[in-house]
């Protein structure tokens, strides 16, 4: 392990992911209430329950640490140690029965990165990055595969329709003309197959902390590469702009893309 994380968070972050998808798992499939935020994004009851879990372990086992939660939060948003949590990314695939969300639980540093799980609860896959070690997807290493051509490249994006406007809807449209597959939907369940070898990139923009702050240690410790579209390393300030790549080679011609124009 490094200094920045220990065997006790990575136990912790397992630990986690057990408590959310316990409290997930009775709700999927179920007629539940859903309810709409202020941003008009949906929220269940399996949402805010998680969340609620994994917060009152964190105060249990690290009560020094500071929490960004999508639901219910910040709490000690300063602390050197600051765990970013979504409970579900991918309600609207949750609430529509189809299981490409995921619970996303991040350590942070001073604002880096340093430990990501990407949980599917259902399908009982997870992911787990950490500085220092090779990603594993329940506990056996993942590699990204190498694709160094764009016009090789499969290419996801959540909801292109919604996530890019003006300039960055231009750019988003010169990349997608230059791959040779295109794909919508997935949420943080796309950045997974992409640790995987089975995507090549996946752009994105409008993403929050609590969705790409987990993402980071899994795609890094994989092989591949997630940055700003700047080429810039993702941190708690970042943009929400996010291009992360199974080859390293893919990442200067899609950022030339993207801004192109």
Not at 117 to 146: F, H, K, M, S, Y
Request: charged share 20%; proline share 5%; glycine share 10%.
């Amino acid at each position: 392990m490094t200094e920045e994380v220990s065997a006790a968070h990575i136990a912790l972050a397992e630990a986690l992911a057990d408590a959310a998808g316990a409290i997930i798992r009775p709700y999927f499939h179920q007629p539940i209430a859903v309810d709409e935020k202020s941003d008009l994004t949906p929220v269940t009851i399996a949402d805010r329950a998680a969340e609620a879990a994994m917060r009152a372990l964190i105060e249990q086992r690290f009560p020094e640490h500071g929490i960004i939660g999508e639901e219910h939060g910040s709490t000690r948003a300063e602390a050197e140690h600051v765990w970013v949590l979504d409970p579900i990314d991918g309600t609207k695939s949750f609430i529509s029965g189809i299981p490409l969300f995921g619970t996303l639980i991040a350590l942070t540093r001073r604002g880096r990165p340093v430990l990501g799980i990407i949980d599917q609860p259902i399908l009982r896959e997870r992911w787990l990055g950490a500085e220092g070690r090779a990603t594993t997807l329940n506990g056996a290493p993942v590699r990204t595969r190498a694709c160094t051509s764009l016009d090789r490249a499969t290419l996801f994006s959540t909801a292109p329709e919604l996530m890019f406007q003006g300039a960055d809807a231009a750019g988003f449209a010169r990349l997608r003309a230059a791959v040779k597959l295109v794909r919508a939907g997935g949420d943080c369940y796309a950045y997974a197959q992409l640790a995987n070898g089975f995507i090549d990139l996946v752009v994105e923009a409008q993403l929050k902390p609590y969705d790409y702050c987990a993402l980071a240690p899994v795609i890094a410790g994989a092989g591949g590469t997630i940055t700003d579209w700047q080429g810039r390393a993702l941190d708690l300030a970042a943009d929400g702009r996010v291009i992360a790549c199974g080859d390293p080679a893919l990442a200067a011609p899609t950022r030339a893309l993207l801004a192109a124009g």
